[in-house]
């Protein structure tokens, strides 16, 4: 992507019927990582996240309370999932919340839009629903219940009862998309990613697609459809339009057509809502289709997928008062391939956490900052002449770069900090071979040759913590910017003309003479893991 093309990027917006867990955060910490990747290489960037306020489940849980719908969620929003953000260093440009008028005003214009031009119909439906997926199910995702459920139909998600629901309904033309939708996967094949998404959805949509409901008669907790209040729109329906109302549609034409279309990250869960619902409605409505969906993958826990109800959920908060937020970052985007499942263990985490941040990434830190103190009197040195060695160390910094670059075009983030990291690997390496703790002692002893070599090998070791400070920001934003202090450096590390994240590999940037202070280990040892 050439610098300074537009790059919007979403989250999908959560439902806060409970408190985050991980999963949540995995999903956040990524779509921020390449926020801050496109951000920080000159891209007109923006991030969007929110929350999902509608809908029958809310509604019950609110009751449930002796609240109002509106209480619930505000409460709920206010204590768990604003706070999340700031938990795990979220730098999101916007948060919109379905309640907000901006989204309820603009999502009536867009349907009353598809209704004019005759793409919703009024109809019978009868099917069976889950609460707990705010979703007609189905057959693929209906199973026989065991137990206390035997001899009744559950949802294959949450193995609870489904209720068999019988109401007036407005639907969707869905199935007159059919054709287009198979077009546009053929003709942008990485419109959805990675390809087991792409085939999961072409396979899908070839069977054949059924009008979709895109109304509820029974409860009022949503969005009055325009022609008709007696109706409030579907709540999925309604979500999958925040992506547009968020950025001005129906109200800022400018900000509108700056923005849009988006990049969409999604869990698996939810990839046919946005691959093929969301951009039918948009083909409908004459709007650009999204610029692609990603679907990433689900964390596992004991084998299974995170679940509050099978008490498998784990607060982020859990791993960040033990780890820190950096290293939560770091650990989810870098120990699973994005797209696929990964499993979650404490003992994983604790190991990563000791070998590759604070053994290696933290403690070459460390070490660069204290020698330049001890030997140069914390002025970085002017290197001498660069020997094969430091050549190679370049080259490693300027491939890094490259392959982390196109890694994060793919959203391959786990692949971009395996690129990153050959560099921590390499001046670990380089300060081993080099020794330059007895290079200082030849040097004192007189030998100028091994001074000059003394300060070409400390030059290197500080020139590469600059560029990985740099690569590294976008996943560890707090630890690279405390290494970014103590080298001295005095342009801000976020500034998008002071430091262009393409242009990280440039060497000689650091300049000799820059003075560094001492650096607290990045990454303390713990003690003891949860």
């Not at 919703?120 to 439906?125: H, K, Q």
């Not at 003075?515 to 303390?524: C, D, G, I």
């Given at each position: 992507?050439?610098?300074g093309?537009?790059?919007?990027?979403?989250?999908?917006?959560?439902?806060?019927s409970d408190?985050p867990h991980?999963?949540?955060?995995?999903?956040?910490?990524?779509?921020?990582?390449?926020?801050?990747?496109h951000?920080q290489?000159g891209d007109?960037?923006?991030?969007?996240?929110?929350?999902?306020?509608h809908?029958?489940?809310?509604?019950?849980?609110?009751?449930a309370?002796?609240?109002t719908?509106?209480?619930?969620?505000?409460?709920?929003?206010?204590?768990?999932?604003?706070?999340l953000?700031?938990?795990?260093?979220?730098?999101?440009?916007?948060f919109?919340?379905?309640?907000q008028?901006?989204?309820?005003?603009?999502?009536q214009v867009f349907?009353?839009?598809?209704y004019?031009a005759g793409?919703?119909?009024?109809?019978?439906?009868?099917a069976?629903?889950?609460?707990?997926?705010?979703?007609?199910k189905?057959?693929?995702?209906?199973?026989d219940?065991?137990?206390?459920f035997?001899?009744?139909?559950?949802?294959?998600?949450h193995?609870?009862?489904?209720?068999?629901?019988?109401e007036k309904?407005?639907?969707?033309?869905?199935?007159?998309?059919?054709?287009?939708?198979?077009?546009?996967?053929r003709?942008?094949?990485?419109?959805?990613?990675?390809?087991s998404?792409r085939n999961?959805v072409?396979?899908?949509?070839?069977?054949?697609?059924?009008?979709?409901s895109?109304?509820?008669?029974?409860?009022?907790w949503?969005?009055?459809?325009?022609w008709?209040?007696?109706?409030?729109?579907?709540?999925w329906?309604d979500?999958?339009?925040?992506?547009v109302?968020?950025v001005?549609?129906g109200?800022?034409?400018?900000?509108?057509?700056?923005?849009?279309?988006?990049?969409?990250?999604?869990?698996?869960?939810?990839?046919?809502f946005?691959?093929?619902?969301w951009?039918?409605?948009l083909m409908?409505?004459?709007l650009?289709?999204?610029?692609?969906?990603?679907?990433?993958g689900?964390?596992?826990?004991?084998g299974?997928?995170?679940?509050?109800s099978?008490?498998?959920?784990?607060?982020p908060?859990?791993?960040t008062?033990?780890f820190?937020?950096?290293?939560?970052?770091?650990?989810f985007l870098s120990a699973?391939?994005?797209?696929?499942?990964?499993?979650?263990?404490?003992e994983?985490?604790?190991?990563?956490?000791?070998?590759?941040l604070?053994?290696?990434?933290?403690n070459?830190?460390?070490?660069?900052?204290?020698?330049?103190?001890?030997?140069?009197?914390?002025?970085?040195p002017e290197?001498?002449?660069?020997?094969e060695?430091?050549?190679?160390?370049?080259?490693?910094?300027?491939?890094?770069?490259?392959?982390?670059?196109a890694?994060?075009?793919?959203?391959?983030?786990d692949?971009?900090?395996?690129?990153?990291?050959?560099?921590?690997?390499?001046?670990n390496?380089?300060?081993?071979?080099?020794?330059?703790?007895?290079?200082?002692?030849r040097?004192?002893?007189?030998?100028?040759a091994?001074?000059d070599?003394?300060?070409?090998?400390?030059?290197?070791c500080?020139?590469g913590?600059r560029?990985?400070?740099?690569?590294?920001s976008p996943?560890?934003p707090?630890s690279?910017?405390?290494l970014?202090?103590?080298?001295?450096?005095?342009?801000?590390?976020?500034?998008?003309?002071?430091?262009?994240?393409r242009?990280a590999?440039?060497?000689g940037?650091?300049?000799?003479g820059t003075?560094?202070?001492?650096?607290?280990?990045?990454?303390?040892r713990?003690?003891?893991?949860?």
């Open positions: 992507m050439p610098a093309e537009s790059f919007y990027i979403t989250t999908p917006i959560y439902y806060p408190v991980i999963g949540h955060g995995y999903t956040s910490v990524a779509v921020d990582t390449l926020a801050r990747w951000r290489s007109d960037t923006w991030m969007l996240t929110g929350t999902d306020e809908g029958q489940k809310m509604l019950r849980a609110a009751a309370n002796d609240v719908p509106q209480e619930w969620v505000d409460k709920l929003v206010g204590e768990s999932w604003f706070p953000l700031e938990t795990l260093d979220v730098a999101n440009d916007d919109i919340r379905t309640t008028e901006r989204h309820e005003k603009n999502v349907f009353q839009k598809l004019d793409y919703i119909y009024a109809g019978e439906y009868e069976l629903y889950c609460v707990g997926c705010e979703e007609f189905p057959e693929s995702e209906i199973v219940g065991t137990g206390p035997e001899g009744l139909k559950v949802c294959a998600i193995s609870k009862p489904l209720e068999l629901l019988q309904n407005y639907f969707f033309k869905l199935s007159e998309f059919q054709g287009r939708l198979l077009e546009l996967y003709t942008e094949p990485d419109f959805v990613r990675p390809d998404a999961e072409v396979s899908f949509v070839s069977q054949g697609l059924k009008d979709l895109i109304s509820r008669s029974t409860f009022d949503g969005i009055p459809l325009p008709d209040e007696s109706h409030v729109i579907y709540v329906v979500a999958l339009l925040n992506y109302t968020a001005g549609y109200a800022d034409e400018e900000q509108f057509a700056r923005r849009w279309p988006a990049y969409h990250v999604v869990g698996k869960d939810i990839l046919r946005h691959a093929v619902i951009p039918a409605l409908a409505a004459g650009d289709v999204p610029k692609g969906v990603f679907a990433h689900w964390l596992l826990v004991g299974e997928k995170m679940s509050k099978k008490l498998t959920g784990i607060a908060t859990e791993i008062d033990v820190g937020s950096d290293a939560y970052r770091f650990y699973i391939a994005f797209g696929q499942d990964g499993s979650f263990s404490w994983d985490l604790s190991a990563r956490y000791q070998a590759e604070a053994n290696g990434f933290g070459l830190a460390s070490r660069t900052i204290a020698m330049i103190e001890k030997y140069f009197g914390g002025a970085v290197p001498s002449d660069y020997a060695r430091d050549l190679e160390i370049q080259k490693t910094l300027t491939d890094a770069v490259a392959a982390a670059d890694a994060i075009e793919h959203f391959r983030i692949e971009a900090i395996h690129a990153i990291w050959t560099l921590v690997d390499e001046l390496h380089y300060i081993t071979e080099n020794e330059p703790w007895t290079l200082a002692k040097a004192d002893g007189g030998d100028e091994q001074r070599r003394l300060r070409t090998v400390l030059y290197t500080a020139e913590l560029a990985l400070a740099v690569l590294l996943v560890m707090e690279t910017g405390r970014w202090d103590a080298l001295g450096v005095e342009e801000s590390l976020g500034a998008l003309t002071a430091q262009p994240i242009e590999g440039s060497w940037v650091l300049r000799p003075t560094v202070t001492t650096l607290a280990p990045l990454f303390p713990v003690e003891q893991t949860a």
